[in-house]
């Protein structure tokens, strides 16, 4: 592996994990917070794969 491609594997899940917990705070509503899930694994799909 890359070392972009263990940036990724590391900074997506962190991500997701950052927009859970704002949802369980009540800062971010249900739609925006997949909106930032699914954003971040396609983000990182495609620059996955792009590598």
């Known amino acids: 592996m890359t ?3 263990i940036g990724l594997s590391v900074a ?3 991500i997701i994990v950052f927009a859970l917990v704002l949802y369980r705070m009540g800062v971010l509503q249900r739609g925006a917070t997949l909106s ?3 954003s971040s694994v396609a983000i990182a799909i495609v620059l996955f794969l792009d590598r």
């Open 3 to 5: 070392d972009a491609q």
């Open 36 to 38: 930032a899930i699914l």
């Open 12 to 14: 997506t899940p962190i």
